[in-house]
């Protein structure tokens, strides 16, 4: 991923300014190979039961944000989690895993050192989280939720993003370096840390076996990269603006975007397609046999549903929602409003939304025809800055959703304070469930 989103301008919110993580000027392309581990240990400690909230009566502003209504709270007391929850706490620097007991693991809380973005291991029993020390030593630190055991890998930059191998036993993170925007793979298993390439935007997805990796490189470059030799093969260098590309469950075949070129139509009738229209394609990687999933403006964001049989993308200017059946190619438009984010429930069945109102994000989710909106809410600057507005990447490596989808969080300001907000899906209004600036659930409570 990059600094900066590609196509994001009509979409900046009031609420705050994109702020680009900084870090270490080390190059990643000229970096060896390393072994650098250290074995940590921290403990599991109780926590009370947190107060019940009592109905929010003011309207919360951040800085020059516009103000959005006040967030109407549960009076409910919160006795339990439908999962458990990675939580970054900004203004402590401190990482935690809250279980669903309301007990706490916590990951990291040194004062002077840097901890952030949690990020679960697909099987749910490890949290990676970036940390910077005093002395400007930047690392990644796997904690083993069972026992609170920690191990550090040291990498060559600071690290702004994470995603895991689909087997939970490496980690591809990104940092700058390089042209830009370095990877580096860490195998868990030996502590192998593998500087890879870099480029000045940078996006990227694992294969289902983990041994390919399909990237975005500068807005225009596709390739496939054999993460143990490195080796990069480009497989299209026409485009679109979207961030991630993704593998298919099977991992016979790449989504992407790219625009529709009409070869005959002449120049000028080429750029304006090139402007105004964008095609979904399906990629066999072996074959490099393409299909048209679908032919839209403005492609933008897209995801395969968990179970792989349908997929959404917003388009156009007003981002509206569809989802795409793949095995009837039948096309429905969500009547969803104006789409900002939105992820897939892990059941296949929802759709969790972000629409931009009254300079806010009110959250809706669409399940089986009906859209219910619950709260509009002001996210915290840290989720916003780092995470919202490149959420095409996020949406790969990480789960708004309660494992059984019958709930979901979202960090919020709420009366000046940032914390984490439980929205159960039976519920007409959200819970507080601790301070937080960035919060997400285990894909799994195994």
């Not at 993580?21 to 400690?45: F, G, I, K, Y």
């Not at 490189?217 to 485009?239: F, Q, Y």
């Not at 979202?410 to 919060?439: C, K, M, N």
Request: charged letters at 15%; glycine letters at 8%.
């Amino acid at each position: 991923m990059s600094a900066y989103p590609l196509r994001r301008a009509v979409l900046l919110l009031a609420v705050s300014s994109v702020v680009a993580l900084s870090a270490c000027s080390t190059s990643a392309d000229d970096a060896p190979t390393t072994t650098s581990v250290r074995t940590q240990t921290t403990t599991t400690s109780p926590a009370t039961t947190p107060s019940s909230p009592t109905p929010s009566t003011t309207t919360p502003t951040d800085g020059g944000a516009q103000p959005v209504p006040p967030i109407p709270l549960s009076t409910a007391e919160l006795e339990s989690l439908p999962g458990r929850l990675a939580i970054n706490s900004d203004q402590r620097q401190m990482v935690s895993v809250m279980n669903p007991d309301l007990s706490f693991l916590e990951l990291a809380d040194t004062t002077g050192e840097f901890a952030a973005q949690p990020t679960w291991s697909p099987d749910g029993k490890f949290v990676a989280h970036a940390r910077v020390a005093a002395d400007g030593e930047a690392s990644v630190v796997v904690t083993d939720i069972a026992d609170g055991s920690a191990t550090e890998y040291v990498t060559p930059f600071r690290v702004f993003y994470i995603q895991w191998r689909p087997d939970s036993g490496a980690i591809g993170v990104l940092g700058a370096g390089g042209q830009g925007t370095a990877l580096v793979i860490i195998e868990l298993d030996g502590g192998k840390v593998t500087p890879m390439h870099s480029a000045g935007s940078f996006y990227f997805h694992w294969s289902p076996d983990g041994s390919t990796l399909v990237t975005h490189l500068d807005g225009s470059a596709l390739e496939l990269v054999d993460v143990a030799t490195g080796e990069r093969t480009p497989i299209d260098t026409e485009t679109g603006t979207f961030e991630a590309p993704q593998w298919t469950s099977d991992g016979a075949s790449i989504i992407y975007v790219k625009p529709l070129i009409i070869q005959s139509a002449g120049f000028v009738a080429w750029l304006s397609a090139q402007a105004a229209m964008d095609q979904l394609i399906s990629r066999n990687v072996v074959t490099g046999e393409e299909s048209v999933i679908s032919e839209d403006p403005d492609i933008n964001s897209f995801s395969l549903s968990p179970d792989g049989t349908a997929i959404g993308y917003t388009t156009g200017a007003d981002r509206e929602l569809r989802v795409v059946d793949l095995a009837t190619g039948s096309r429905e438009g969500l009547a969803i409003g104006t789409v900002f984010t939105w992820q897939w429930s892990p059941d296949s069945q929802k759709i969790l939304a972000t629409g931009i109102e009254d300079g806010g994000l009110v959250l809706r989710v669409w399940d089986a025809g009906t859209v219910t909106e619950y709260f509009t809410a002001l996210p915290t600057g840290p989720f916003f800055n780092r995470y919202l507005i490149f959420w095409g990447q996020y949406d790969r490596s990480m789960t708004l959703w309660a494992p059984d989808s019958s709930a979901f969080v979202f960090p919020a300001t709420d009366r000046g304070v940032d914390s984490v907000f439980l929205q159960r899906l039976e519920d007409e209004f959200p819970q507080i469930v601790a301070p937080g600036a960035v919060a997400n659930f285990a894909p799994s409570n195994e």
